[in-house]
């Protein structure tokens, strides 16, 4: 039984954790005023035939606040990376000097930005429903024990704190975000 127990918190808070994770990736992809090589991430580039994550054939960095540069290892790859970012579909217009492509981050708007907050809160609420829909699968699990009522209180209980410190972790996330975002 208290195998059971054990596996039921420790898959929950797994679970939970994972949200977490997952909100992390989620909002490295909304970008914040200035250029970060995380913007570029998703970027595919056609390597040889197979479809190759951007920075396994290139170098991607931020020389300043506005600018990313990618130097490629092979500079045939250039059209490539180039039709890569298009395909993409994340709003960059690249450019070339033949030995590098280099996108000119612009400036966010107001409005942009309140564009940014909307779809940063929308990926905090979905992180929260992960945790919140985690916490049900938990208080079901323990509901199937074999256990007294006073343990399965205590198990729900200790799963509902659990909640709250995932939550409050994932508002503390957001608003961190949102300040970056704000930040001009």
Do not use: C
């Amino acid at each position: 039984m208290e195998d059971e127990i054990d596996f039921i918190i420790d898959g929950t808070k797994e679970a939970m954790g994972n949200a977490l994770r997952h909100l992390e990736k989620e909002l490295i992809n909304i970008r914040a005023g200035k250029a970060s090589p995380a913007m570029v991430g998703s970027v595919m580039v056609d390597y040889y035939g197979s479809q190759t994550p951007l920075s396994q054939v290139a170098n991607v960095s931020t020389p300043d606040g506005m600018t990313i540069s990618i130097q490629p290892w092979e500079k045939g790859m250039i059209p490539e990376i180039e039709r890569g970012i298009h395909l993409a579909n994340i709003g960059f217009n690249p450019m070339n000097n033949g030995e590098s492509v280099i996108i000119s981050v612009p400036p966010l708007t107001e409005e942009r930005r309140r564009d940014l907050a909307k779809q940063a809160k929308a990926a905090a609420e979905e992180a929260k429903i992960g945790v919140r829909n985690d916490r049900k699968n938990a208080n079901n699990d323990v509901k199937g024990l074999e256990i007294s009522e006073d343990l399965k209180k205590s198990l729900e209980e200790d799963i509902q704190e659990m909640t709250d410190q995932h939550i409050k972790k994932i508002d503390e996330i957001l608003a961190k975000k949102e300040k970056e975002i704000m930040t001009v």
